[in-house]
């Protein structure tokens, strides 16, 4: 036997016996606690979805789901940590709609939004709802719309930051609805929903969680959702294509990836541990206070979901003039 073939057997049989050791390392996941990176900072819906559901596995899955929040460059910041993460389950990543919008919204990105993740599966369909303060005296959507068109750019509107989620949602409904409108752009939701309660900002696409409070005591008005249907903590407010701008739906979802190459058993199951966490009552309650709707697919539907999106919000992105960032 010449030294090559003998020295092949003996890499052959040293893989043959790493086998069942990889196998067995991924049998036994998590052995230690899992990084969970949120691009957002600590309070915002995303953040606070992630909490909910990070608890509940890491008591299903015997160890703490630490939550590590990486704010900044509308999420990017956090995307990248990700994806340059070793993929071997211990780094995770909850994210919202914002991950179909950057590769739009930005001319070079540090990372492929397709390759370098793989997708675990969407948490929840959490639905925006525009918002104004009351000193504005506007009840209805078509108020508003009677009021943006009297005084053609007159008008402007806050989000979570250029390319957010927020910021989409208003660009969709402006140009469903033929108006011409300004987007101020802040640092997150708070910011955001200050600014819209004292009367500076006319209005705001904003996630139920940060202003029920203040629709329920009167400090907003909340006119319409910006959801394909209605929202099941505001069931009363119609969705802006009821109130009469068809074609102006957005769906704002919360989801789950893992760095691109992790292995597909661990993808799995963290699939399966959000899916048990999202069936536990003390979930399904905290959404219900948050407004958000509980929505999974599988990681195959789920990557095939984006790669969709990624191409329908480059299409919104060009159609509202938008430039990316440099």
Known sequence: MTFTRRAALASLTCLAALSPLVASAQAGYPNKPIRVIVPFAAGSTTDIIARAIADKMGQSMGQTLVIDNRGG??????????????????????????????????????????????????????PNVLVMSPSKNIKTLQELLAAARAK????????????????LNAEKFKLAAKIEATNIPFKGSGEAVTEVMSGRVDYYFSPIAPVIGQIKNGQLVALAVGSPKRASALPQVPTTAEAGVPGSEFNFWIGMMAPGKTPRDIVNRLHDEVVKALNTPEVKERFAALGADAWTLSPEQFDAYIKDEIKSNAVLVKAAGLQPAQ
Do not use: R
């Open 73 to 126: 460059a509308s999420g990017t910041i956090g995307q990248q940590a990700v994806a340059t993460a070793a993929p071997d389950g211990y780094t995770i990543m909850v994210h919202s709609s914002s991950h179909t919008v950057s590769p739009s919204t930005f001319a070079k990105l540090p990372f492929d939004t397709t390759a370098d993740f793989v997708g675990v599966t969407p948490i929840s369909s959490t």
């Open 152 to 167: 053609p750019g007159s008008m402007n509107f806050a989000s979570a930051g250029q390319g957010s989620a927020t910021h």
